[in-house]
């Protein structure tokens, strides 16, 4: 049938992230923007910092930006961080946010790879930078973020000073005209398997991302919100709450650097009324620790997203025990980051939606998927049993990195090839079972690391467990639990007792060969199981452990 080649008569409207900076100023003038920092708590509103955003702009200009060119920045979350978020983008150049818990030479790396031309850097960070310099050509400008009066600046070179700056410039900038297809924003992936890739994000991709993340059954962000991000606002922008906040017009709180500790999460929750709080599932575990021992609660709070890694069954019941409720959320950094998200609604019975809420849910509207059998490349069912890897596309879904490394990533019919392997049930809930990398190969069959390790968490004693495969003369991998016991078992729980605690709750042949106890397990820049770590160090498995490894 021929398709009519009739036109719509809807406006070309650029999506660009200047309309959210336009709703900042016309609708949320009076919503609070709170930060922490190390004097105590600083209080402002959308309305205070719009003409500082253009003041921004201006200073920016001045010092020679333009546009396209990468403004890097190594800061906390914070109100200032938040103001870059909108004065970059919308005067036309890239907003880079650099990963601070980095070591130097990777940020070297990623500092050059992306030729950054700026970068502002917050005063407590500074120590991170002196390694660098000398070593980051590209950066023509550096800009210090000081707290009080600018410190005397021994063996920097000529650094702005960020209040200076503004200062010089007035309240109404001209703001450029954008078009959707210009880069807004740019990010690395946080390199848990690889080198760190920059993903480089649109003006229009962010504008549809930050409507999805608003979306009910999505994030569900709304004006009614005061949300505090604990997610950094240099991991995968911050998922996307730096813009969702604007667009809706939520309050914000920004724990600074703090952001690590669960009593001022806590705190900052009580004072400034919380309703939503955001993280990966290391902070969660700090945190329900700590309010099991204060005995506090946050009856105000109502979603925790939770994604970055799969978030643990005893964690979920755990929180849910708190009154805190997680939602659990899956995506990365070339998915800006959201990709689905564990919503269930009526009709199951308890069992059945905490078995739900703990798969990575369901695909963001916007976003389509598909599992695919990695020899092959053919697509599988929606049986959930089936696995295969995750492949994604959609308008917020990176076609490729910057300086086009890997340009494999995308199969020859444009689909993003994520490096996640999942099962995906007739009702299109996603479970993923690991990362390609990580999956453990024994005899020929797969293990799910992720399965045994939260099958290991389940274990009361135990507080976190991380698992990787080491190889084996016999069935090329087998599996290795590192274990970290709660403080107040330390000692008192043997390897014997985790094999049988985990007897008919996986396969007899994913009982790991070997528990070891640790005291804490690496963690990534980002705080998710740092596994490229516990491979480097381990030993290999002792002879004669082997017990049963054929399905
Ligand atoms: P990196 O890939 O360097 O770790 P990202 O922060 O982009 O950086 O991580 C994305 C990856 O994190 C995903 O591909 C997936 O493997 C993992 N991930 C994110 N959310 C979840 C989740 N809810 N459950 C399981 N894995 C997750």
Redesign the pocket.
């Known amino acids: 049938m021929e398709v009519s080649a009739v036109e719509g008569l809807m406006q070309d409207y650029e999506l660009s992230l200047q309309h959210v900076l336009w709703r900042i100023e016309r609708l949320h003038q009076k919503k609070e923007v709170v930060t922490k920092w190390d004097d105590g708590v600083h209080r402002t509103t959308y309305g205070e910092m719009v003409p500082r955003i253009n003041r921004l702009a201006g200073a920016l200009k001045r010092i020679g930006v333009k546009p396209g060119d990468r403004v890097a920045t190594l800061a906390w979350n914070n109100d200032r961080h938040l103001e870059l978020y909108y004065a970059v983008p919308c005067m036309g150049a890239v907003l880079h946010t650099l990963n601070l818990r980095l070591f130097p030479q990777h940020l070297e790396f990623i500092i050059n790879d992306a030729e950054d031309k700026v970068l502002f850097v917050d005063q407590s960070i500074l120590p991170l930078l002196k390694p660098l310099l000398g070593k980051i050509p590209s950066i023509k400008t550096m800009v210090l973020m000081a707290e009080g009066p600018a410190p005397a600046l021994d063996g920097f070179p000529e650094m702005e000073d960020y209040e200076t700056l503004l200062a010089a410039e007035s309240d109404d900038y001209p703001w450029p005209k954008i078009s959707e297809r210009m880069a807004a924003a740019m990010c690395y992936?946080?390199?848990?398997?690889g080198n760190?890739k920059g993903v480089v994000y649109s003006h229009r991709s962010q504008f549809i991302h930050t409507m999805g993340v608003l979306q009910g059954d999505n994030l569900g962000v709304t004006e009614n919100d005061a949300i505090l991000p604990v997610v950094p606002m240099f991991?995968?922008n911050s998922w996307g709450l730096p813009y969702a906040i604007g667009m809706a017009g939520a309050k914000v709180v920004f724990a600074g650097r703090f952001s690590a500790d669960p009593k001022s999460i806590v705190e900052l929750s009580e004072q400034e009324d919380v309703t939503f709080l955001a993280g990966v599932p290391t902070v969660w575990i700090g945190l329900a620790n700590y309010l099991k021992e204060s005995g506090k609660r946050l009856p105000k709070v109502s979603t925790v997203v939770?994604?970055?890694?799969?978030?643990p069954q005893a964690l979920m019941e755990t929180m849910d025990s708190l009154g805190l409720r997680i939602l659990?959320?899956?995506?990365?950094?070339?998915t800006s980051?959201l990709g689905s998200v564990a919503r269930v609604y009526g009709g199951h019975t308890p069992e059945e939606a905490l078995r739900l809420r703990l798969t990575?849910g369901r695909v963001a509207p916007g976003v389509e998927i598909r599992i695919t059998d990695p020899a092959t490349g053919e697509e599988l069912p929606w049986d959930g049993v089936a696995f295969g890897e995750i492949q994604v596309r959609g308008p917020w879904i990176a076609r490729g990195y910057h300086n086009g490394y890997d340009p494999d990533k995308l199969t020859e019919d444009g689909w993003f090839r994520?490096?996640?392997v999942a099962r995906i049930d007739a009702d299109g809930y996603i479970q993923?079972v690991d990362?390609t990398k990580d999956v453990i190969k024994s005899g020929g069959e797969w293990i799910s690391s992720?399965e045994l390790e939260n099958a290991v968490m389940a274990h009361p004693k135990i507080m976190e467990a991380a698992v990787i495969g080491l190889p084996h003369p016999k069935w090329d991998e087998r599996p290795v639990v590192y274990a970290v016991v709660r403080p107040e078992f330390k000692g008192q729980v043997t390897e014997e007792e985790v094999r049988e605690f985990l007897k008919g709750k996986v396969a007899k042949w994913w009982l790991p060969d070997e528990v070891r106890f640790i005291d804490e397990v690496p963690k990534?820049s980002?705080g998710?199981f740092d596994k490229k770590v516990l491979r480097a160090g381990a030993t290999p498995i002792k002879e004669g452990v082997t017990q049963e490894a054929r399905k």
């Open positions: 992936t946080s390199g848990t398997t760190p991991h995968a939770c994604g970055g890694s799969a978030v659990h959320a899956w995506g990365m950094t070339e980051p990575q994520t490096g996640d993923i990362r992720v990534t980002v998710k």
